[in-house]
């Protein structure tokens, strides 16, 4: 089955920089990876998605890269604010009906 | 009008004990899943159902067993529940139609407490 590895558990930025999460995942047939935030008490929640045949997707200050030959994707946050504090999880899947597999998440603080 | 909703929110019980967690969605979607969240955070998926096809994560005790009256309805049963039982449960569902993954919307969470 898939295997999805996330680094790093926990990030601390400043206010106003950039934030990099990263992930590898293992099944090279996987072929839709979304990232989604959850804040403490609530549901996970997506925040951006890209597919196997684009290499990068980007939404006002979040974006998403995607190396298929060394099966790794990242999500970047820039110009981080206050509500960004959350849990950030990725995940992979090649199968809808299989679900996801996410990865172990990241912490990110956002620091004043 | 909620989505994905799951009932109850939380729940206390004994070991031992056998309990349901029940979820429902409105939004006409073809798959629904179980996923358990423990105390590190960590999700993972239990079992989805998708056209009357359970798919079973291989890791989940036979004491949990997934029950779907209708495509929009799935329900969750735990015998003889355990201590390691304690975590969130949420409830998913997707509409995929067969291809790759498709997003993923979450019920709120049921919070199971086992003492």
């Known amino acids: 089955g898939e295997n999805v590895e996330q680094h790093p558990s926990t990030l601390s930025v400043q206010e106003g920089d950039s934030a990099v999460i990263k992930c590898t995942y293992s099944d090279s047939a996987s072929n839709y990876f979304p990232w989604y935030k959850q804040e403490l008490g609530k549901r996970p929640q997506l925040i951006i998605d890209?597919?196997?045949?684009?290499g990068e997707k980007k939404d006002q200050r979040i974006a998403v890269t995607l190396n298929k030959t060394a099966k790794h994707f990242s999500l970047h946050i820039t110009e981080t604010q206050p509500e960004d504090s959350a849990v950030y999880f990725c995940a992979a899947t090649r199968k809808g009906a299989d679900g996801l597999t996410f990865g172990k998440g990241t912490h990110l603080i956002i620091q004043p | 009008d909620t989505a994905v909703s799951q009932t109850p929110k939380y729940l206390v019980t004994q070991m031992g004990n056998d309990k349901s967690i029940k979820c429902e969605q409105n939004l006409g979607h073809d798959t629904m899943y179980w996923y358990k969240q423990d105390s590190k955070k960590f999700l993972k998926i239990m079992f989805s159902y998708n056209n009357k096809e359970l798919i079973i994560n291989e890791t989940v005790p036979n004491r949990f067993s997934p029950k779907s009256p209708d495509k929009a309805h799935l329900n969750l049963h735990i015998n003889s529940l355990e201590l390691g039982d304690s975590a969130v449960y949420f409830c998913?569902?997707?509409?995929?139609?067969?291809?790759?993954?498709?997003?993923?919307?979450f019920g709120e969470g049921s919070r199971l407490t086992v003492l």
């Open positions: 890209i597919r196997s045949n684009v």
């Open positions: 998913a569902s997707s509409q995929v139609g067969g291809q790759g993954g498709g997003e993923l919307f």
